[in-house]
């Protein structure tokens, strides 16, 4: 990975992210009022931003041990090729639930 100098996560650059004027790269280094930590995604539909931020007594094994948990969890970075079939998976769980009736006054 490239290296980026880490981001100040200000009012300003959290209203950049958030309106998608601004991008970062998963796995950059941020640090805000809450401290400092590991930038996942930004959600486009919210503007809500994730981070994986560093505890007090984490290691650096700990901390990329759970950054990797976070961004398989979330599909982010190069696991984001994974939600596609896990999307499938859920539809066709949905609809075995919850067949589809045929009857046009279902109440």
């Not at 996942?40 to 650096?60: A, E, I, K």
């Not at 970075?77 to 045929?102: I, L, Q, T």
Request: with cysteine.
């Amino acid at each position: 990975m490239q290296y980026f100098p880490t981001i100040e996560l200000t009012d300003q650059t959290k209203l950049l992210l958030a309106r998608g004027a601004l991008t970062l790269q998963p796995g950059q280094w941020v640090r805000s009022e809450r401290g400092v930590g590991r930038y996942l995604r930004t959600d486009p539909r919210t503007g809500v931003h994730y981070v994986s931020w560093v505890r007090p007594d984490d290691s650096f094994e700990s901390h990329s041990q759970r950054f990797q948990r976070a961004c398989e969890k979330g599909f982010v970075g190069k696991y984001r090729a994974r939600y596609d079939a896990v999307k499938a998976a859920r539809d066709v769980a949905r609809r075995r639930a919850f067949p589809p009736s045929n009857d046009p006054m279902p109440f």
